[in-house]
């Protein structure tokens, strides 16, 4: 079998970073943050390319940088997050449709907390959104009210993904297991 890849794709505070992580240590996998490659590519950080240039030319380089990790980075078994938007643009998904999708949801009360600067709001929440749990790398989280909308609007798209996964009020090692069991994950391994 080719190398396999695992796509996380979900709303800011799903937990793809800390889920995509943990997966890839438990699969003895490479983990691959694609908006830490967008900040390599572009000498910026997420929120400087939002303010510098605009979301589209964000946007753009995000499918920029999942295309070139498709055809020339993907060497090894990979698990990936996704940026919250990647796969709200239909280029993207195109573009992962024969792979893996894994749609991390929790109630967007949940997110909210999560995306909350300083605020546990679930057992591991210390660990949700990584890097980002501050609230200083989400341009796009503003007000509650515009928060739920994006949400909503990004919805029906996460749930095009082959699995959805909830991840309200579950443990870390439960939720990597139910994805390691719904995509047969750990049948592959040597």
């Given at each position: 079998m080719g190398v396999r890849a695992v796509f996380l794709v979900g709303f800011m505070?799903?937990?793809?970073?800390?889920?995509?992580?943990?997966?890839?240590?438990?699969?003895?996998?490479?983990?691959v943050d694609l908006d830490a490659q967008i900040e390599q590519r572009e000498c910026l950080s997420i929120p400087e390319i939002f303010r510098v240039r605009g979301e589209p030319a964000f946007r753009q380089a995000e499918t920029v940088a999942l295309t070139d990790f498709l055809t020339n980075s993907l060497r090894r078994n990979s698990v990936v997050a996704l940026g919250g938007g990647a796969f709200a643009v239909e280029r993207n998904r195109a573009l992962l449709r024969n792979w893996q999708t894994v749609f991390l949801d929790a109630p967007v009360d949940e997110l909210w907390r999560r995306c909350q600067p300083g605020s546990p709001a679930s057992p591991i929440s210390a660990r949700w959104g990584g890097a980002r749990h501050d609230g200083r790398g989400r341009p796009l989280r503003k007000d509650r009210e515009e928060f739920a909308r994006l949400y909503r609007e990004r919805l029906p798209f996460y749930r095009e993904a082959s699995l959805v996964v909830e991840t309200h009020d579950q443990e870390l090692a439960s939720i990597c297991a139910s994805i390691e069991t719904a995509l047969r994950l750990r049948e592959t391994q040597p």
């Open positions: 505070g799903s937990g793809k970073n800390t889920v995509g992580e943990e997966l890839a240590c438990r699969l003895g996998w490479d983990f």
